[in-house]
């Protein structure tokens, strides 16, 4: 029997109070399934590292409903407002320095002065934060070092009974996990690229966004960790139609021929919420001993495409 719920009133409030007494809640959002806890519980975060199998020094982002919640967490200032007014709820997340008291917060911070935090744009995620009433911790709902999940039953293969309850959502529409940007200085810092492209963010803050100087050994650094979203089987990247080979499961974008189409129109919106569902199902392949990925053009979400496909194809 599976852990996978039916969001419904019964469930949602179920839910809620699993949070609440510190248990596990897989949920979905915008952009990937999240493995949610009380952010205030120590334990309850702890538990999220266990299930994920994560080094626990990998700070969590916490996801929030309203933005005056900002103001208990984090130091704030207009260029934060704005943007959160702009751009939440959304696949984008703030590194913020943290307000000094809570203490409560270590886990979820990893110790760092730092907190990061954003709003999903989901109306599941939003009704279980407003009805647990904390702000909810959530990685991925995966483990380590696999594939992000864009469906429950991603969720359930993944982590199974490791989690209390997986509220059912439906396929992730963004499909990569949110952009995430360094505002703690007074420059506008790019730490992983998502859901939300670099070219927003700097239109409407009519100021260039910084590409970080990630160390990809130091996991401090958001997604920098090479291997982070590694693929089960060997994974070949920009590999033009005619390079690919016979024992590779190819997956395409744009009008050519190939076993899974990214985005026959060359669409990368919906190239970007199909890539973590077609990878799944490359995986699952048994006649193919390799994947191979065709080139993906990079701009606008073709960042993150880009980003996630080179680290699923990293090996050492
Ligand atoms: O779309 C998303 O962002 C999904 C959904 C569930 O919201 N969440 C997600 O979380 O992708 P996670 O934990 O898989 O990725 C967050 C990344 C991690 O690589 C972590 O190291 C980094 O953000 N991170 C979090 N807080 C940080 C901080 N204060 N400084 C530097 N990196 C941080
Ligand atoms: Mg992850």
């Keep these: ?39 205030f519980n120590s334990q309850a975060v702890a538990n999220i590292f266990a299930a994920k199998g ?13 933005i005056d919640t900002l103001f208990d967490l984090v130091q704030t200032d207009e260029r934060v407002i704005a943007l959160a007014k702009q751009f939440w709820p959304g696949p984008l997340t703030f590194v913020l320095k943290r307000k000094e008291q809570n203490k409560s917060l270590d886990l979820v911070c990893a110790g760092l002065p730092t907190m ?34 864009t469906t429950a039953r991603h969720v359930f293969e993944s982590l199974g009974h490791k989690v209390n309850m997986i509220l059912d959502g439906g396929f992730c529409k963004v499909g990569v996990e949110s952009t995430i940007i360094d ?13 939300l492209a670099k070219e927003d963010i700097e239109k409407f803050l009519n100021e260039e966004v910084l590409l970080s100087q990630g160390n990809p050994d130091l996991p401090s650094s958001p997604g920098q960790m090479l291997k982070h979203y590694a693929a089960k089987l060997p994974t070949r990247i920009n ?20 076993n899974l189409n990214l985005s026959p129109s060359s669409n990368l919106i919906e190239a970007a919420a199909n ?12 006649e193919y001993s390799s994947i191979a990925i065709s080139p993906i053009p990079q701009t606008g979400l073709g960042l993150a495409i880009n980003d996630r496909i080179r680290r699923a194809s990293y090996s050492k």
Excluded: W
Aim: net charge neutral; with cysteine; aromatic share 8%.
């Design 1 to 39: 029997m599976t852990n996978i719920y039916t969001y419904t009133h019964t469930t949602l409030k179920q839910a809620a109070e699993t949070i609440k007494n510190g248990g596990l809640v897989a949920f979905p959002t915008e952009t990937v399934y999240g493995l949610g806890a009380n952010a």
């Design 54 to 66: 994560r080094p626990s020094f990998n700070p969590l982002i916490s996801h929030i409903a309203e």
């Design 116 to 149: 990061t935090i954003r709003m999903p744009n989901h109306p599941i995620a939003l009704d279980l934060i407003r009805t647990a009433d904390v702000p909810i911790a959530a990685p991925s709902a995966n483990r380590s070092q696999t594939i992000s999940p």
């Design 183 to 195: 505002l703690t200085t007074s420059k506008t810092v790019l730490l992983r690229a998502g859901g």
């Design 239 to 258: 590999v033009k139609p005619e390079d690919k080979k016979d024992n590779e499961f190819y997956i395409g974008f744009g009008n050519i021929e190939c």
């Design 275 to 286: 890539l973590f569902a077609y990878m799944h199902l490359a995986e699952e392949q048994s």
